[in-house]
C-alpha cells in the first residue's frame, strides 16, 4: 500500500513563502506530483518531480529526494488566490495516483 | 478539445437507487480513472483503464462498476447507492505515450440519502 503524510492547514501573510512538506513510503514509485485544488473544483497540476532535485516554475518550485521519500512544495510572493488545498499525490503501477489528505493554505492580507 | 467531461454535475439518491456517471475525453488519451473524494480526504481511487476494453480495480471499488467499449468514455455504475457512496467523484485521463500527467474532469457531487 502507499502510505501518504502531509500537514492539514497552513496560514501565511500576503507576499509570504509557504513551505509544503509530503513524506511517502511507497511501492513501484514512478514520481511524485503536486495538485492545487479550490474549494468545489477539481484538482489541476501544478508540478511533477521524477528525479532527485528542485523544480521551479515562477512562483512555484517543488523538490523530491527519493532515497528519503520526502517532498516539498515551496510557494512564492503569496497571492490571496494562492488560498486552496494542495495535494501531494504519488505515481505508481500503470501510473495511478495515491493521494495525501491536502493541506489546506489560507492567505491573509 | 474539451478535455475531461462529466455528468451530471449534481445528483441526490435515495438508498438502494442506481445510476451511472458518465465521464467523456476528446483527446484520444488511453488511460482513464476513476476517483471519489471524502470531505477534508485526499482522492482514493475507484477503478482504471489502460484502454478499451481493459479496467482493473482501485483502492476502494466495492459498490462499483465500470466499463471500457469506447477510448472515449468511461462510465462508473452504481447498483444499490448507499450513504457511504456520498461523495465527489472526479474523472481523470492521461496518453501515456506523451505524459505522465492526469487531467481532472469537473467532478460530479452525489448524496445518498
Known amino acids: 500500500g502507499q502510505n501518504i503524510d502531509q500537514p492539514t492547514e497552513m496560514t501565511a501573510t500576503e507576499g509570504a513563502i509557504v513551505q509544503i512538506n509530503c513524506t511517502y513510503q511507497?511501492?513501484?514509485?514512478?514520481?511524485l506530483f503536486w495538485y492545487q485544488q479550490h474549494a468545489g473544483e477539481a484538482p489541476t497540476f501544478l508540478s511533477y518531480?521524477?528525479?532527485?532535485g528542485l523544480e521551479e516554475k515562477g512562483r512555484f518550485s517543488s523538490f523530491l529526494s527519493r532515497s528519503k521519500g520526502y517532498s516539498y512544495l515551496l510557494l512564492k510572493e503569496l497571492q490571496m488566490k494562492d488560498s486552496a488545498s494542495y495535494l501531494c499525490a504519488v505515481s505508481f503501477n500503470d501510473y495511478k495516483l495515491s493521494f495525501g489528505a491536502g493541506t489546506t493554505v489560507t492567505v491573509r492580507a | 478539445n474539451a478535455g475531461v467531461t462529466q455528468t451530471p454535475k449534481f445528483r441526490i439518491l435515495k438508498i438502494g437507487q442506481s445510476m451511472t456517471l458518465q465521464c467523456a475525453q476528446d483527446m484520444n488519451h488511453n488511460y482513464m480513472y476513476w476517483y471519489r473524494q471524502d470531505p477534508g480526504m485526499g482522492l482514493k481511487l475507484i477503478y482504471y483503464s489502460v484502454g478499451a476494453g481493459i479496467t482493473d480495480k482501485g483502492e476502494v471499488p466495492n459498490g462499483y462498476n465500470v466499463s471500457r467499449s469506447t477510448t472515449e468514455d468511461f462510465p462508473l455504475r452504481l447498483e444499490l447507492a448507499a450513504p457511504s457512496q456520498t461523495s465527489v467523484y472526479f474523472c481523470a485521463s492521461l496518453d501515456s505515450s506523451s505524459t505522465d500527467t492526469q487531467y481532472f474532469g469537473p467532478g460530479t457531487r452525489l448524496t445518498v440519502l
Open positions: 518531480n521524477v528525479l532527485d
Open positions: 511507497t511501492s513501484g514509485f514512478n514520481g
